[in-house]
T-cell receptor
């Protein structure tokens, strides 16, 4: 158990809909990262927040947005969902701001868009 | 273009044998390189992280090496166990203009350890 929690575990929704994925980092960690992993694809970095502020952006679509709240939990919002958005979404947390710190991954949220 | 290539794509070995996984990258300027183990359907777990000045790091039966000159890394698994069956992912972090970092992921090597 990494100490990172993600909810929900599974999510099934229809195209065009909007969903919110939630992540609680390990106690004491200030950074939260979001990743997407499609079937048979590698992990894709989406976005990083550090202590409430966006720090780094990866391959995140404009239909997706994220935020980190004062209690450090984070939410990833996915809107106008398409079939291709079906994937595992992982969040990870680390204590520091930069990539030199170890990242601890949550169990993931499996999103299925029908 | 900043890329991370892993080989082989998949590997099958017998329990107890050793194996070596490769990671080549073109990422620059380099910050660090990590190896992760990912069981199917679960989050990756960090095995090692190496910065520019480190050329080897061990974590139990896992030993990672880094040659920053040739931009190559390897992960050596000794005396494999059935529980080593997983995907192994190489991740390279580099600095972008403005000082921010970006992570580039390899597609992973799927290792199967058979009894």
């Amino acid at each position: 158990d990494s100490g990172v929690t993600q909810t929900p575990k599974h999510l099934i929704t229809a195209t065009g809909q909007r969903v919110t994925l939630r992540c609680s980092p390990r106690s004491g960690d200030l950074s939260v990262y979001w990743y997407q992993q499609s079937l048979d694809q590698g992990l894709q970095f989406l976005i990083q927040y550090y202590n409430g502020e966006e720090r780094a952006k990866g391959n995140i679509l404009e239909r997706f947005s994220a935020q980190q709240f004062p209690d450090l939990h984070s939410e990833l919002n996915l809107s106008s969902l398409e079939l291709g958005d079906s994937a595992l979404y992982f969040c990870a947390s680390s204590v520091g701001r930069t990539g030199v710190y170890e990242q601890y991954f949550g169990p993931g949220t499996r999103l299925t868009v029908t | 273009k900043n890329q991370v290539e892993q080989s082989p794509q998949s590997l099958i070995i017998l329990e107890g044998k050793n194996c070596t996984l490769q990671c080549n990258y073109t990422v620059s300027p380099f910050s660090n390189l990590r190896w992760y183990k990912q069981d199917t359907g679960r989050g990756p777990v960090s095995l090692t992280i190496m910065t520019f000045s480190e050329n080897t790091k061990s974590n139990g039966r896992y030993t990672a090496t880094l040659d920053a000159d040739t931009k190559q890394s390897s992960l050596h698994i000794t005396a494999s166990q059935l529980s080593d069956s997983a995907s192994y992912i190489c991740v390279v972090t580099y600095f972008r203009q403005g000082g921010s970092e970006k992570l580039v992921f390899g597609k992973g090597t799927k290792l199967t350890v058979n009894p």
